[in-house]
Structures are given as C-alpha cells and as structure tokens.
C-alpha cells in the first residue's frame, strides 16, 4: 500500500469513527414516546376535607413525552374521567360520620376532561442504557384547562332546594406530582404517577356560595390523578450538520 492510499484509509477511519462517536452521542436525547393510562380521579372539598382513596373514579390519559435534556421532559397529555364524593364517607377516627356531613348528608357526581402540559425532571438517565439505568423517579409541574359537569344532591329534604345544583365549568389547573417509570424492554415502559391539580375556584362542588353553616368558603376544591401508564419509545439518530451536506463521510 503506498503512503497516498495509507493516508486516504486512516483518513476514512477516522471520520467513521468520528460519525459512529457524534451519532451515538446524540442519540440517547432524541427520544420521544406515545402512552395510554388508566387510573382514578379524586375530588377533594367540602365533601371531602382530605384525599380519600375510596372515592377514587375511572379515569383515563393519552400522552405524548419529548425528551429536551438529559434530566428534562416533556409531556402533553388529555385526561378524562368520573368524580365523586359523599358526606357519609366524612368520619372521625372512631368511624362516625362528623356533624356537619351528618347535618348537611350530600352527594357529589360528575366527570372531567383535562388537557395538559407539563414538565419532568427526571433524576436518572432514563436512556443511558450503557450503565443500564432502565428506570427513575420523577417529578413534574405544569399548567392544565379542564371542564368538570358536576352535580350536588342531599338526602336531607329541609336542605333539598338550597344544595341541590349542577352545572359545567371551564377552569385552569396547576398539576404537580410524582412518578415513576421503569423500562420493560428497548420501546416499552411502564410508568406510576400520583398527581395534584390545585383549582382557582370553590365552586367546583356548587357549594362555596351556600350558608357559613354547611360549608368552608375558605378552602378552594382540587382533584387529583393516579395511576399507571404503558407507553412506546420512539428513537431518533441525529448527526451533525457536516455529515448530513456530505454523506460521502458516512460511507
């Protein structure tokens, strides 16, 4: 081999290993993934002072999630799913139903839809499968738009006309939370989150304009989402610019 062509060959080796060294580094950020979950919605207000896990209601997401760091994601998500809440569920550590609920014995029903967008910030390097970190925790926060259709009623009949409402609204949230997701495989990853949605209103339950008696203006209505989700890893290879103009180089 003469020293021309020994130079055009470490040439060539050279910017093949340079184009598989930028390829392989770019590639562990171009992720994205498309998921589905199920879980529960639950409602926390006048009929509920604290989160209760049993009224947790079906509910369901839809979401798309773009890697933009190594720590951060992001993901845009559609959520829809049943509410519900009841004063008899309202005990004390003894299991008896506290006055008030006693007096007031309403009941909340209804459904929501959310759209949302949000930030995670994840504290592993989910994709770094050279030091086989397969999964991390989570946490995220964002902004979301809902409307909830909800109606309250009352066994009690001396409060029938005055507790009786429904209606819809539209409204905006804050969702904040945790998770957590694992990778089952190359594409397929299952995830677990438990989220809060902090409300702007204390209508959410009809409640908030009823008499002082019954009710706590003071303490706006929120909803919560937890569940577990199956989603679909999409990967993307990018290189740089020079070897896009020159694919002679990647040959």
Known sequence: MT?????RALL?????AGSAFFCGTAQAQQTSE????????VYRGELAPQYQWDNNRPAFTAFYRRDVTVPITVRGAFTAGFL???DARVTDADGN???QSAVR???LDGWLTEVSA????NFLDYHDRANKHHYTPYLFAGVAGYYANTSTSTANPTLGNQL??????FGFAIPAGVGFKVALSEHLNLGFEVGARKLFTDQFDHLSQQDPAFVNPHDPDWYFYNGVSLSYTFYKIRCPDQYKKNSRLLK
């Not at 060539?12 to 093949?16: G, N």
């Not at 498309?34 to 919605?41: E, K, N, S, Y």
């Not at 949000?118 to 910030?121: F, L, S, T």
């Open 84 to 86: 519900r809440a009841d």
């Open 3 to 7: 020293f021309q062509n020994s130079k």
């Open 105 to 107: 014995q309403a009941r």
């Open 118 to 121: 949000v930030a995670e910030y």
């Open 164 to 169: 009786a409402q429904s209606g819809g609204m």
């Open 97 to 99: 139903v506290l006055p």
């Open 34 to 41: 498309v998921g589905l979950g199920l879980g529960g919605l």
């Open 12 to 16: 060539a080796s050279t910017l093949l």
